[in-house]
C-alpha cells in the first residue's frame, strides 16, 4: 500500500507540475529561458515584464520537475531542454502537450457528465485550446517523419506525387500534414476537409495557398478520382469510420492509395500498459471517444490496434490492406481497392 500512495503522490505532483508548465509556455517563459543562460527570477521579470515574485515560484517549481537546473540563484534551460520545450520547429518540440492536458482539464466537468448520460461531445464544444494543442502534439511528428519515412514505405505512392496527383487529406484539422505535402509535391494538387470551421480557417491562412481547403465531413467531398486520401489521426473520431473508409475507396482513382495514420497501439490492452498507452486512452477517454458519439456513431477509440483498423478497411470494402509502418507512436497502414 505504501508504493502504491507513493506512486500516486508521484503522479499528483507530476499533475501539478504540468499545470504550471503550460502556464509557461502560454506566457513565453520557455522561449525566454532558451538561450539565456543562468537568469535569476528578477532578470527574467525584467526580460519578460512579468511579476518577479511569481516567476521566482515558478522556477523553483520547475527546478523541483527537473526541467530546470539551478546553481546560486540562477536558472538554467539547457539546449537539449530548450529543443523540446521551447522551439515549436524542433523535431522533439512537445510544450504543445501541456495545452492538451489544459484543454482536458477545462472539459472535465462536461466529460463526468457524458459518462451519467452516454451523450457525446463534439468537438466544437470541447475546451477552445484543444484543436491548436492536438496540431501541436502531431506537427514535430508529421515535419520529421511524412515525408522522409511514411511516404517511401508506400507502394509507387512518392512517384505518383512527384509526376502530379490529386491529394485529399480528411479531417485535416489545422493542415499540418496538408501543408506538408503540397509544398513537398508542388506538381500535385492537395485538398484539406474538416467539419471544425476554426480549424479550417486556421489550415487556410497557415498553406498561404499552397493548398485548398474546405469545411465538411468525412464523406462531404467528391468522389471524383483522389491518387491519395490521407488520414492522419482522424478515423477513429469519426462516428462512423466504415463508412469514412468506404467513401474514400469509392473516391480513389484507379490505382489510387489511402493512407491512415493512427497511434501506434498493440491489439491488446496489455501491450499498451505504458506512458504512452496512458496519453493515447486519456485523450480517447475525453476527446476521441466523445467525438464520435457525438456523431450518433460507432466509438472506435484512438487505441483500435492495427488488427481493428485492419478490419475496419476490409469491411468498407479495402481488398489490398497492410501495415507499412510501426513505431511507439504512430501505425501507418496502406489500403488498395
Same mark, same amino acid.
Given at each position: 500500500?505504501?508504493?502504491?500512495?507513493?506512486?500516486?503522490?508521484?503522479?499528483?505532483?507530476?499533475a501539478l507540475g504540468a499545470a504550471l508548465a503550460y502556464v509557461g509556455d502560454r506566457l513565453g517563459l520557455w522561449s525566454a529561458l532558451a538561450g539565456s543562460g543562468p537568469v535569476t527570477a528578477a532578470e527574467l521579470a525584467a526580460?519578460?515584464?512579468?511579476?518577479?515574485?511569481?516567476?521566482?515560484?515558478?522556477?523553483?517549481?520547475?527546478?523541483?520537475?527537473?526541467?530546470?537546473?539551478?546553481?546560486?540563484?540562477?536558472?538554467?534551460?539547457?539546449?537539449?531542454?530548450?529543443?523540446?520545450? +521551447?522551439?515549436?520547429?524542433?523535431?522533439?518540440?512537445?510544450?504543445?502537450?501541456?495545452?492538451?492536458?489544459?484543454?482536458?482539464?477545462?472539459?472535465?466537468?462536461?466529460?463526468?457528465?457524458?459518462?451519467?448520460?452516454?451523450?457525446?461531445?463534439?468537438?466544437?464544444?470541447?475546451?477552445?485550446?484543444?484543436?491548436?494543442?492536438?496540431?501541436?502534439?502531431?506537427?514535430?511528428?508529421?515535419?520529421?517523419?511524412?515525408?522522409?519515412?511514411?511516404?517511401? +514505405?508506400?507502394?509507387?505512392?512518392?512517384?505518383?506525387?512527384?509526376?502530379?496527383?490529386? =491529394?485529399?487529406?480528411?479531417?485535416?484539422?489545422?493542415?499540418?500534414?496538408?501543408? #506538408?505535402?503540397?509544398?513537398?509535391?508542388?506538381?500535385?494538387?492537395?485538398?484539406?476537409?474538416?467539419?471544425?470551421?476554426?480549424? =479550417?480557417?486556421?489550415?487556410?491562412?497557415?498553406?498561404?495557398?499552397?493548398?485548398?481547403?474546405?469545411?465538411?465531413?468525412?464523406?462531404?467531398?467528391p468522389a471524383d478520382g483522389w491518387d491519395l486520401i490521407c488520414f492522419f489521426d482522424a478515423l477513429h473520431d469519426m462516428g462512423d469510420p466504415v463508412g469514412a473508409a468506404r467513401h474514400a475507396r469509392e473516391a480513389l482513382a484507379?490505382?489510387?492509395?489511402?493512407?491512415?495514420?493512427?497511434?501506434?497501439?498493440?491489439?491488446? #490492452?496489455?501491450? !499498451?500498459? !505504458?506512458?504512452?498507452?496512458?496519453?493515447?486512452?486519456?485523450?480517447?477517454?475525453?476527446?476521441?471517444?466523445?467525438?464520435?458519439?457525438?456523431?450518433?456513431?460507432?466509438?472506435?477509440?484512438?487505441?483500435?490496434?492495427?488488427?481493428?483498423?485492419?478490419?475496419?478497411?476490409?469491411?468498407?470494402?479495402?481488398?489490398?490492406?497492410?501495415?507499412?509502418?510501426?513505431?511507439?507512436?504512430?501505425?501507418?497502414?496502406?489500403?488498395?481497392?
Amino acid at each position: 500500500m505504501l508504493a502504491f500512495a507513493e506512486k500516486v503522490g508521484t503522479d499528483q505532483s507530476v499533475a501539478l507540475g504540468a499545470a504550471l508548465a503550460y502556464v509557461g509556455d502560454r506566457l513565453g517563459l520557455w522561449s525566454a529561458l532558451a538561450g539565456s543562460g543562468p537568469v535569476t527570477a528578477a532578470e527574467l521579470a525584467a526580460r519578460t515584464g512579468l511579476a518577479e515574485r511569481y516567476l521566482r515560484e515558478w522556477l523553483s517549481a520547475q527546478t523541483a520537475a527537473g526541467y530546470l537546473d539551478h546553481a546560486a540563484g540562477r536558472f538554467t534551460l539547457p539546449p537539449e531542454r530548450a529543443a523540446v520545450l +521551447a522551439d515549436e520547429d524542433s523535431p522533439a518540440a512537445m510544450a504543445g502537450g501541456f495545452e492538451f492536458a489544459a484543454a482536458l482539464w477545462a472539459g472535465t466537468d462536461r466529460l463526468a457528465e457524458a459518462f451519467r448520460t452516454g451523450a457525446g461531445i463534439a468537438w466544437g464544444d470541447q475546451d477552445e485550446r484543444l484543436a491548436g494543442a492536438v496540431d501541436r502534439c502531431f506537427r514535430a511528428d508529421y515535419r520529421g517523419e511524412l515525408l522522409t519515412t511514411w511516404l517511401p +514505405a508506400l507502394d509507387g505512392v512518392v512517384d505518383r506525387l512527384r509526376a502530379g496527383a490529386r =491529394v485529399l487529406d480528411v479531417g485535416c484539422g489545422f493542415g499540418s500534414a496538408t501543408g #506538408l505535402l503540397a509544398e513537398a509535391f508542388p506538381q500535385s494538387t492537395v485538398h484539406g476537409v474538416d467539419p471544425h470551421e476554426p480549424s =479550417v480557417r486556421a489550415a487556410e491562412k497557415a498553406a498561404s495557398g499552397r493548398a485548398s481547403f474546405a469545411v465538411g465531413g468525412a464523406t462531404d467531398y467528391p468522389a471524383d478520382g483522389w491518387d491519395l486520401i490521407c488520414f492522419f489521426d482522424a478515423l477513429h473520431d469519426m462516428g462512423d469510420p466504415v463508412g469514412a473508409a468506404r467513401h474514400a475507396r469509392e473516391a480513389l482513382a484507379p490505382g489510387g492509395t489511402v493512407l491512415l495514420v493512427e497511434p501506434g497501439a498493440g491489439d491488446a #490492452l496489455d501491450e !499498451n500498459l !505504458n506512458p504512452i498507452g496512458l496519453t493515447y486512452y486519456a485523450a480517447s477517454t475525453a476527446f476521441c471517444v466523445p467525438g464520435a458519439l457525438s456523431q450518433a456513431g460507432t466509438a472506435l477509440g484512438a487505441q483500435a490496434g492495427g488488427a481493428g483498423l485492419t478490419a475496419v478497411l476490409e469491411e468498407a470494402g479495402f481488398t489490398q490492406v497492410r501495415v507499412a509502418v510501426r513505431d511507439p507512436l504512430h501505425l501507418v497502414l496502406e489500403a488498395r481497392a
